[in-house]
């Protein structure tokens, strides 16, 4: 038996493969054995007589094909089960996978400006606490959320317009409080004045009245005195 572990040496390194992919030729041994040179042995690949052999084919259409059914549940059943549930599916993987996904939403929520900056640190902390089961159930507490910062500005709004409007109608009373005092305190001094000038109006003739006898009383005399005749 002729040895032929130099020239498939040869031969693998200048095909660039394996020794197992090299084949040589049993019916030209005697003149593969003559090439010991890699010279030599390009010719006898170039002839034909050293050949590198194909990669074998693994087909992976029976393993898409299950896969296929798999996704659909087939072949799931409790016979076809092996190994025990955490070993099959780690609890730590599905919780990983669902705190991915809700992360990824709030990332993309606040990307896109739909939650401010505190709502997402609240939600993200809130998610690490198990507090939501799945993304749907996320996106409802994002809209409710939303909706109850609506309703508070939106109440906000009404309480401060309203305390403006109370405030306007506060200092509308309290003018119209102080004209009203105002006018009582001009119709009070009209009215004293009034009630001055009528006592005084009726105080004059009683004046007048009781000032005349005391002035004829007082006429009397002087009159008589002048009347009287002149002593010589």
Not at 144 to 164: G, I, T, Y
Not at 165 to 187: F, G, I, S, T
Request: hydrophobic share 35%; charged share 40%; net charge positive.
């Amino acid at each position: 038996m002729v040895s032929l572990k130099l020239q498939a040496r040869l031969a693998s390194s200048i095909l660039k493969c394996g020794r197992g992919r090299v084949w040589l030729d049993p019916n030209e041994a005697n003149e593969i054995e003559t090439a010991n040179s890699r010279k030599a042995v390009r010719k006898l690949i170039k002839e034909g007589f050293i050949i590198r052999k194909p990669v074998k084919v693994h087909s992976r259409a029976r393993w898409h094909k299950t896969k296929e059914a798999k996704d659909m549940s087939r072949h799931m059943g409790v016979g076809r089960r092996q190994g025990a549930r955490e070993a099959r599916m780690p609890s730590k993987e599905l919780w990983m996978r669902r705190l991915r996904v809700l992360r990824r939403l709030l990332r993309k929520y606040r990307e896109e400006k739909k939650i401010n900056h505190h709502i997402y640190r609240q939600l993200y902390v809130r998610a690490k606490g198990n507090e939501f089961r799945n993304k749907r159930n996320l996106i409802e507490h994002i809209h409710k959320v939303k909706n109850n910062k609506k309703k508070e500005r939106q109440l906000a709004e009404q309480l401060s317009a309203k305390a403006l409007k109370d405030e306007h109608n506060r200092n509308r009373a309290r003018k119209q409080e102080l004209k009203k005092r105002q006018r009582d305190r001009e119709r009070a001094k009209q009215d004293d004045a009034i009630a001055a000038a009528s006592k005084k109006k009726t105080a004059a003739p009683a004046a007048k009245k009781a000032a005349a006898p005391a002035a004829k009383k007082a006429a009397a005399p002087a009159a008589k005195k002048a009347a009287a005749p002149k002593k010589k």
